[in-house]
């Protein structure tokens, strides 16, 4: 099933090629789709191709065609939500962002060290570490 533009429930739109398919490697449906970076990619729906029981629920092989397509449809719409968040983000703001994260988790010593090295890394990428990411 391929098909060009697709609404998510929650408002989000994915436009660009989408497929279901099944791999023989794998009991899941996987989908394909392309990136806003015009990159094709696979993943898997965690939906199983044969059916059977399916989040608490029992459900057909019919049944788990469509919510695979529509679980498809989720995962292209929430990787382009990341890859428009990342687009607009300077490379500064997000190792900003990331080391106050990490920092919560880690010693003071290690957040020392980090905040070394990323200053180190903006003085090397230059007017670069400004850039979107």
């Known amino acids: 099933m391929i098909q ?6 929650q408002g989000n739109y994915y436009e660009g090629r989408l ?3 099944q791999e023989k490697t794998s009991p899941y449906w996987m989908v394909t789709f392309q990136g806003k970076d015009g990159k094709m ?14 989040e608490g629920t029992r459900i057909t092989a019919r049944l788990a065609e469509k919510i695979a397509c ?6 292209a719409c929430m990787e382009e939500l990341e890859y428009q ?13 990331r080391l106050e994260q ?8 290690t957040k020392r060290n980090a905040r070394t090295a ?9 007017a670069r570490a400004d850039g979107p990411l």
């Not at 060009?4 to 429930?9: A, C, Q």
């Open 41 to 54: 990619r696979r993943r898997s729906t965690k939906v199983p191709v044969a059916g059977g029981m399916f």
């Open 118 to 126: 990323f200053k180190h890394l903006c003085a090397y990428l230059g």
């Open 19 to 21: 497929s279901i398919n």
């Open 85 to 97: 968040s990342h687009n607009n983000m300077s490379a500064r703001k997000w190792l900003a962002e």
């Open 70 to 75: 529509q679980r498809g449809v989720q995962i």
């Open 4 to 9: 060009k533009h697709y609404r998510h429930e």
């Open 102 to 109: 990490r920092g919560r988790l880690v010693s003071e010593d």
